[in-house]
């Protein structure tokens, strides 16, 4: 059983079990719920990143993923797909335990994501900016594209033929 710390939105809170914080993900989990209120493990779909194991305070990636999403779909003027919460905050957390520990992945595809998806990739250029002055971290230019990806990957009004 989990307990309710925080609600990001219908479909994803913050929780404790055992001490430790989690991110969980179900449809209409946060739905009427508020702090202390408690979950069931079946009702979860996902628990998703033990917050106590990120190295920078896993409430501002949240945060600031949450942000993100937010700010893509208000200049998209459309609601992005559910898994988008789990796979953005996922891929920022990595995407900062690699430039913490001095690794960097190139995108081979950073120009043709910019020419293919333009108003996702200035999105997502927003997206990193926010992320350098949020998290106080220099993140590479290469992270654009990826999130733009992450972004158009989530678009709902999309034809599948023309993700």
């Known amino acids: 059983m ?14 404790e079990k055992d001490n430790l914080q989690y991110i969980l993900v ?13 979950i069931h493990k079946n009702d979860v779909e996902r628990a998703f990143v033990s917050i106590e194991e990120l190295n920078i305070k896993g409430d501002e990636i949240v945060g600031v993923s949450e942000e993100i ?9 459309e609601s992005l ?11 920022i957390h990595f995407a900062i335990n690699r430039i913490q520990e001095g690794i ?3 995108n081979p595809f950073l ?15 927003q997206a990193v900016a926010l992320l350098c ?3 106080g971290i220099d993140v590479p230019q290469d992270e654009i594209g990826f999130i733009a990806l992450h972004i158009r990957a989530n678009r709902k009004n999309l034809k599948k033929s023309k993700v």
């Not at 989990?2 to 929780?15: G, Q």
């Not at 797909?81 to 891929?91: E, F, R, S």
């Open 2 to 15: 989990y307990y309710v710390e925080k609600i990001l939105n219908n479909n994803v809170v913050i929780a």
């Open 26 to 38: 179900g449809k209409g989990l946060g739905f009427g719920k508020k702090a202390r209120d408690t």
């Open 69 to 77: 999403i937010v700010m893509a779909e208000k200049q998209l003027g």
């Open 81 to 91: 797909g559910d898994k988008v919460h789990t796979g953005l905050i996922d891929h």
């Open 104 to 106: 960097n992945i190139s």
């Open 111 to 125: 120009n043709e994501t910019k020419a293919l998806y333009p108003v996702e990739f200035s999105i997502a250029s």
């Open 133 to 135: 002055v949020r998290l």
